[in-house]
């Protein structure tokens, strides 16, 4: 099962169809309001640039190596705002959960999409060595600036949505085969039984539009000595 070969046209309703329930906000673009944010959305641009030149238009395998490291700020971020609220003895507004679940709900568009296009063992080896690294740096900007970090992680969910956009638009014109959705991904949207590659993307789509929005949020709610 590929994502990236074409299809004479595959059908299929389901819950996730944009035809029936109507398609998550536009990704709106946050502008920079000062260095640390020009920093973020500077550096998310040079992995755009670096994906779209590996990946150029293989969005099952983009999703597939992405998806490994779009699960990692959450996962730091919670787990330092966890030893900052036990640390100041003091409530974490929610921030752990909505953090770690960000993180959980990343984790399974990884397990979604490894059942669309299996990765290459070169694109595993990539894996390996961008989540080393990754993790690694965001660990360090998080203890910097939580602040940057959360606008550095809103930055990146508008080009996920950007990027799901794009690959939407291939299945709807042909480009991608529009497959029967995994069976993990009906189960975890809760999916329709016929559901196809189509309705999640829209389901995954929607998931960043809204790791997006909270990013900036509490991006915006951080005071720069946070």
Known sequence: MTDDSPTPGDGGTSQG???LSPPPRAAPHYAPQNFGDRIAFGFVKLLRFFADAFFARRYGHRAVVLETVAAV????????QHLRALR??????????TLLDEAEN???HLMTFIQVARPTQFERLLILVAQGIFYNLFFLLYLLSARTAHRFVGYLEEEAV???TEYLAGVDDGTYRNVAAPRIAIDY????????????IVAVRADEAHHRDVNHEFASALAPSR
Not at 73 to 80: I, K, R
Not at 88 to 93: F, H, L, N, V
């Open 17 to 19: 169809d944009a035809t």
């Open 73 to 80: 700020p959450g996962m730091v971020a919670g787990s330092l």
């Open 88 to 97: 100041r003895m003091e409530s974490d507004q929610g921030w752990i959960r």
């Open 106 to 108: 990343e984790r399974m």
């Open 162 to 164: 950007y990027s799901y």
């Open 189 to 200: 949207w809760k999916l329709l039984p016929d559901a196809r590659l189509r309705d999640v």
